[in-house]
Structure formats: structure tokens, C-alpha cells
């Protein structure tokens, strides 16, 4: 399996990272003056991300190699350390086509990016 580019590490962007814990919960209603019944749905879930990464020129050759060649456009999956714990998620994936936005001297990229069970 792939692994994320180690010079990539260390982009991730604070402005505009959100994680999506996932909801594993299946609420039923009852009759009237009965709680609600909750059961785990499953015990594999998808948790999800979205980065944006500040990349100069090489960096961003770097990340566009990975993403066409190395995972081809995010079809293979990879390992990843998740950004805030460094805890490896041994398969994540990009989901959707990553975007670009021109600031500075460099480029924003932002991915959603998924970590599967």
C-alpha cells in the first residue's frame, strides 16, 4: 500500500480542517411516553476529513505525482498519520477531485479525505 509523502507532512493548514466523527447510532421511536430505542448500527466506520495544505512549487509536483501516479487520482488507497494525534491510519483515501486556490507564492489544496475501518 501507498504511504502519504513524508515531505508533505507538516502543510496541513488549521484554517479550514474539520473531522467528521462518524454517527453509528440507529434511533427507533416508540409509542408515546417511551424513550427512544438506540442500537450500534455497526462496529466499522468511515471517518472524515477535510484539509487544505499550503504547497510551493515542489511540494505541490510532489502531491500532484502522488495523487495522478501513485494512488491513480485517488482510486488506491494509503496510509496517512491523522493530523492532530499523528496516530497512523493505515487506509484513508481522497474522495472527490482535490481543490485548488492560488495564495502567495504557493498554492491552498484542499482534499476530503476519508479513513476507512
Known sequence: MASW???????????????????????????????DKVRRRSTANVRKFTC?????STKLA?????????????ADSFDWKHPTTQDTISSARIVGAPQYASRGNGTVVTLNIEALP
Open 62 to 74: 510532489a502531491f500532484e505525482t502522488f495523487y495522478n501516479t501513485t494512488i491513480h487520482n485517488g
Open 5 to 35: 509523502p513524508s515531505t508533505l507532512y507538516g502543510c496541513i493548514l488549521k484554517e479550514g480542517y474539520t473531522e467528521q466523527v462518524p454517527d453509528n447510532l440507529l434511533r427507533t421511536s416508540m409509542d408515546k411516553g417511551q424513550p
Open 52 to 56: 487544505s495544505m499550503f504547497f510551493n
